[in-house]
């Protein structure tokens, strides 16, 4: 399997298997006017022969909070038959690492309880942050890629206006 940045040869396959992956349109959709309207954003896919993975992160604003590069990881998306085989870590671990190189100090996402602490998430309540979203405590979570980037800086994230448009 590799992971690579998407090309604009993968948006077929990778809005086919976010349609297959969440059984809706919306995901695709959201990472469709991501792609259109995001000032900037990392988009990988996973490949074996062919696109079996997909990943998105788009930049979140803390709101009351001076500006602070914190990104939103999701959507994220493994085809079903390929999933359980570590396609969607890989994909988490290589899209965590472009986050560092781009700058950014952190990344939140809502996502499994008990999927993403694996790679260093914690509820974002402990940082004093909220989801703009209804969603319990638990899922909405947050990772500092630069130690102490969240400390003091309470507040409730804001995602890009793509994923209320969906």
């Known amino acids: 399997m590799r992971i690579r940045p998407e090309e604009e040869r993968d948006i077929i ?43 998105f992160f788009s930049p979140v604003t803390l709101l009351g909070q001076p500006p602070l590069n914190i990104m939103g990881l999701g959507p994220m998306a493994v085809l079903p038959a390929k999933q359980r085989r570590g396609i969607g870590s890989g994909l988490v671990r290589e899209g965590l690492e472009r986050c560092r190189q781009i700058g950014s100090s952190a990344v939140v996402v809502v996502g499994h309880s008990e999927y993403y602490p694996r790679f260093g998430f914690v509820p974002a309540s402990r940082f004093g942050i909220r989801c703009e979203y209804d969603v319990p405590d638990e899922v909405f979570m947050a990772l500092e890629l630069e130690p102490g980037a969240l400390n003091d800086r309470s507040g409730t994230i804001r995602y890009h206006q793509a994923f209320g448009s969906a």
């Not at 959201?30 to 000032?39: G, H, K, P, T, Y």
Request: hydrophobic share 50%; proline share 0%.
């Open 13 to 55: 396959a990778v809005r086919a298997l976010n349609k297959a992956a969440f059984e809706s349109d919306t995901e695709a959709n959201i990472v469709d006017a991501l792609r259109r309207q995001a000032e900037k954003f990392i988009s990988l896919v996973a490949e074996d022969g062919v696109i079996v993975g997909h990943i």
